[in-house]
């Protein structure tokens, strides 16, 4: 089966960089995907690594390591509205239909 | 504008009651899928369709059902077999070319309480 692993909780200032881990095991990999959760809302897409190494887009990156099963999000510059669930996802099995969520982490951005 | 709608934003329930929610894409996305979210946890699948007429069953199918009779539309209902149905619910839907793995995207999602 399928295991993902965040910390539940993270609290970084404004202005600065925080990264967020996270690690899964899967019996087949096709993928892992970052979302962004704002309170009462629906996940927002933000990346999707398929590929070892680093993705750059805007203030956010996201990183993977297949062979470590690890991955993570970089948020550089933080803003205020910044502040938000961030959950990873991986495909179930390989079956790229069916997304996995872990259980999310929640970044607090203090002024 | 393309996207994902569903219906309705707030609902109550009372205890014995079946509600149906509303999901409808115009994405042209042949996959949708229907997830669960209690406060301060994760999303959980509850059912997933790949193609009209065929569905199968998430992690926490019991007590939902759903249907796939056109593409665009994928409602939840959610039966009093059900026991603790208060919750966010979520409708998704994606491709399956495998094209940027499928990326899944949301509706707004929909507030089920039971009164």
């Known amino acids: 089966g399928q295991n993902i692993d965040q910390p539940t909780e993270m609290t970084a200032t404004e202005g600065a960089i925080v990264q967020i881990n996270c690690t899964y095991q899967t019996s087949g990999f096709n993928g892992l995907f970052w979302y962004q959760q704002h309170a009462g809302e629906a996940p927002t897409f933000l990346s ?5 190494g680093l993705e750059e887009k805007g203030r956010f990156s996201s990183f993977l390591s297949r062979s470590k099963g690890y991955s993570y999000l970089l948020l550089k510059e933080l803003q205020m509205k910044d502040s938000a669930s ?3 996802a991986v495909p179930d099995g390989g079956a790229t239909n069916k997304l996995i ?7 607090a951005v203090q002024p | ?5 569903q219906s309705p934003k707030y609902l109550f329930r009372k205890e014995g009651q079946n509600v149906t ?12 899928y229907w997830y669960r979210q209690d ?3 994760g999303l959980r699948l509850i059912y997933y369709s790949q193609i009209v007429n ?6 926490i199918a019991e007590g939902y059902s759903v249907s796939r009779e056109k593409k665009e539309s994928f409602p939840l209902t959610v039966t009093s077999a059900q026991k603790n149905p208060t919750a966010f619910y979520l409708c998704a839907s994606s491709t399956s070319d495998g094209i940027s793995g499928n990326t899944i995207y949301f509706g707004e999602g929909s507030w089920l309480t039971v009164v």
């Open chain 1, 101 to 107: 969520f872990g259980t999310g982490t929640l970044l």
């Open chain 2, 39 to 41: 406060p301060g946890q």
């Open chain 2, 21 to 32: 929610l509303s999901c409808e894409q115009n994405l042209n996305h042949d996959a949708m």
């Open chain 2, 54 to 59: 065929d569905f199968q069953k998430g992690d």
């Open chain 2, 1 to 5: 504008d393309g996207g994902i709608t």
């Open chain 1, 86 to 88: 961030y959950l990873c």
């Open chain 1, 48 to 52: 999707y690594n398929v590929l070892d």
